[in-house]
C-alpha cells in the first residue's frame, strides 16, 4: 500500500514557477514509477510528467515540455514537479500518481493540489 500527499500548490502570474511535491508513505517507494497528471475543470485527467524508478528516465506532454521538470529523491520519498514559465492553461488540479510496473496503469493516486494562474 501506498499513500501519496501532495503539496505546493497555490495561486501564481502567468510566467511565474512553483514547485509541486508529492511525499509518499509505505514500502519500496524507489521501486515505483512516479507519474504526475492534471485535471482542469470540464476536462478529462491528462498525463503530464513520468519519472521511471531509478530516476534516469523522464516523459513530458507536449503541452511542458521545456517548462517543467519531473525528478525523484527516493531517500525523502518524495517526486517533485519544479512547473516554469507557467501559463493561464496550466490552470488544474495536480495529481501525483504510482506504478510498479511501467506498462501498467497507475495503482495509487494523491488527492490533488490546485495549482492557480492568472493572466
Known amino acids: 500500500q501506498v499513500q501519496l500527499v501532495e503539496s505546493g500548490g497555490g495561486l501564481v502570474q502567468a510566467g511565474g514557477s512553483l514547485r509541486l511535491s508529492c511525499a509518499a508513505s509505505?514500502?519500496?517507494?524507489?521501486?515505483?514509477?512516479m507519474g504526475w497528471f492534471r485535471q482542469a475543470p470540464g476536462k478529462e485527467r491528462e498525463f503530464v510528467a513520468v519519472?521511471?524508478?531509478?530516476?534516469?528516465?523522464?516523459s513530458y506532454s507536449d503541452s511542458v515540455k521545456g517548462r517543467f521538470t519531473i525528478s525523484r529523491d527516493n531517500a525523502k520519498k518524495t517526486v517533485y514537479l519544479q512547473m516554469n514559465s507557467l501559463k493561464p492553461e496550466d490552470t488544474a488540479v495536480y495529481y501525483c500518481?504510482?506504478?510498479?510496473?511501467?506498462?501498467?496503469?497507475?495503482?495509487?493516486w494523491g488527492q490533488g493540489t490546485q495549482v492557480t494562474v492568472s493572466s
Open positions: 509505505g514500502r519500496s517507494f524507489s521501486m515505483y514509477h
Open positions: 500518481a504510482s506504478k510498479f510496473y511501467s506498462n501498467s496503469n497507475y495503482d495509487y
Open positions: 519519472i521511471r524508478w531509478s530516476g534516469g528516465i523522464t
